[in-house]
């Protein structure tokens, strides 16, 4: 079975995901990534989304457990390049993504986990 | 209303076609008080439209110009009412071209009907509702015209009103002008989320200073913006909320708790500034008018 | 008026939900953020279908109202059904696990929505989105 591929940058963690999930594609994903913080002593963990055209609910969640679960591992997590249609979509669908830390692209998202990558 | 059993407009039209349409532009030229059309192009329109319509009067004597035999002169009429609306006739001066046919045809039909009222009066009667008919037609697709360029100006005029502009690296403004309505306000929201992927900017400075009333849909949309753009990684500031707007929106229930929003675009600028991290510091004392 | 029957069995079925309503909003020429949102609300309500409803399955249909055109999708399952809708649809999206996840953002998203469910018996949700 494909597996969403994490690649690894200094002491962050990058995942970039294009495909449309199907769910055990997104719960091997949350297993791998919490996996991959331990083994890496990874303090951030990047997920690219501006590939993704559709963000439901579902797709929420995994994003909502990841961040979750990277902070009990003492990782800050944030989320990438969320296109403006799906921003749209989900205020309308009512999903806050609360804990969730969300910048517009990699750049800035990586600015944005570096004082985390920093700290030693 | 169909032609008398045996109409001969068809013949007639045929055998004097020629003598009609000199009449017809010699009457068009002499009423002509406005000269909008050269002689040639009068000539050369005249005789386009004639010709069309004694084709049509040959196969077609029903004088309904909706049938299929009447579609080439249909389409005279469209070309040539579309032509002279893009040169600033009115509705009037393109059915009146047509109408002013009926006085030449009607001259031939007592020539040739000089001894039979009846009959005159049939032929006359049939050649002047046919004419009549492709008048009005004349009038109905001036104003489809006309809607279609109205309409395509508005969509021009929203696409400019909305602009989004640049203040600062990664600082955006969109000065909102005019009322809004919910489809104009789903339009700018788009172009305002699309601008801050574009430009790679953080924060964007909505100023509704020039926004004269705010209902409930548009403070929801505006809302929602502010939502989008923050899923997104990026924050949006309302500024330009006068007195009576900040009434509207508490009276509206609105909750604008987690929006940050100042009187001004000049606030707005400075706050954004901070978030941004610049400082803007006078020259004179100091030589660097701008750190970032 | 095309019409396709999709049923609704495994997670697999849902992505292949979404592909034939994005194939079909496309089509009809839908706005991308009409798309998105459509398909976004087919992604809740095929999800719905399969985890509480047990599997089932869903027809994509294109329809017109005679100025406009519309996608129309209509959800079955013979689950247990849903016993208090007006709660569902009230309650909103919740961060939980609850049923009324999806159901009133599917409403939101679409033009048209209707549901009809009894318990015991299994629920419907059509689903209607129209063009400009």
């Known amino acids: 079975m494909d597996r969403i591929p994490i690649l690894k940058f200094g002491e962050l963690l990058l995942v970039t995901i294009q495909v449309d999930m199907h769910d055990r594609l997104v719960m091997a994903l949350q297993e791998d990534l919490t996996e991959r913080i331990v083994s890496n002593r990874a303090r951030g963990v990047l997920i690219d989304i501006s590939a993704l055209e559709i963000v439901d609910s579902f797709i929420g969640r995994m994003l909502g457990n990841i961040a979750g679960m990277a902070r009990m591992l003492d990782a800050q997590t944030v989320v990438v390049g969320m296109q403006p249609a799906v921003a749209i979509t989900l205020v309308e669908l009512g999903l806050s993504l609360t804990g969730v830390r969300t910048a517009l692209n990699v750049e800035r998202g990586m600015r944005l986990l570096r004082p985390a990558a920093a700290e030693q | 209303m169909n032609a008398p059993v045996r109409s001969r407009l068809p013949e007639i039209l045929r055998g004097r076609e020629s003598a009609i349409l000199s009449e017809w532009v010699r009457l068009q030229i002499e009423t002509d008080g406005r000269r909008r059309v050269s002689p040639d192009s009068i000539r050369q329109q005249s005789r386009e439209l004639l010709a069309a319509i004694c084709d049509a009067v040959r196969h077609d004597t029903s004088g309904v110009i909706t049938t299929p035999e009447w579609a080439a002169a249909r389409g005279v009429v469209d070309r040539l009412t579309h032509s002279t609306l893009s040169e600033g006739a009115s509705a009037s001066e393109v059915a009146m071209f047509v109408f002013s046919l009926k006085q030449p045809i009607f001259a031939e039909l007592r020539r040739e009907y000089a001894g039979d009222a009846q009959l005159l009066a049939d032929e006359t009667w049939f050649a002047n509702t046919a004419v009549d008919r492709l008048g009005l037609y004349a009038t109905e697709v001036y104003q489809k015209a006309r809607n279609e360029i109205i309409m395509r100006q508005q969509a021009e005029m929203l696409e400019l009103s909305t602009p989004v502009v640049q203040l600062w690296q990664g600082i955006l403004a969109l000065p909102l002008i005019g009322t809004l309505d919910s489809a104009r306000t789903q339009v700018v929201m788009e172009n305002l989320l699309a601008a801050l992927v574009r430009e790679n900017a953080e924060i964007a400075i909505i100023d509704i200073t020039g926004v004269p009333t705010v209902d409930t849909l548009v403070a929801q949309h505006l809302l929602k913006t502010v939502a989008a753009a923050r899923l997104m990684g990026a924050e949006c500031i309302i500024s330009g909320i006068r007195p009576q707007i900040a009434q509207t929106i508490i009276h509206l229930g609105v909750d604008l708790a987690n929006v940050i929003t100042k009187a001004t675009l000049a606030d707005a600028f400075s706050v954004a500034l901070r978030r941004a991290g610049a400082t803007i510091t006078r020259a004179g004392a100091q030589p660097h008018a701008v750190t970032a | ?132």
């Not at chain 3, 309500?45 to 005679?66: F, K, M, P, Q, W």
């Not at chain 3, 959800?75 to 996840?101: C, H, S």
């Open chain 3, 1 to 132: 008026m095309a019409s396709e029957t999709l049923s609704i069995r495994t997670s697999d079925d849902v992505v292949r939900v979404r592909q034939a309503v994005r194939s079909v909003a496309v089509k009809i020429g839908l706005t991308l953020v009409d798309q998105t949102k459509v398909i976004t609300a087919a992604s809740e309500i095929a999800r719905n279908t399969l985890e509480y409803g047990g599997g089932g399955s869903v027809v994509v249909e294109t329809v017109t109202n005679g100025a406009r055109a519309g996608l129309r999708l209509v959800f079955e399952d013979r689950g247990p059904g849903i016993p208090d809708v007006e709660r569902a649809l009230v309650d909103g999206y919740t961060t939980g696990n609850g049923l009324g996840l999806g159901l009133s953002g599917a409403r939101r998203l679409c033009n048209e929505f209707d549901i009809w469910s009894q318990p015991g018996a299994g629920t419907r949700v059509t689903l209607t989105k129209w063009k400009g």
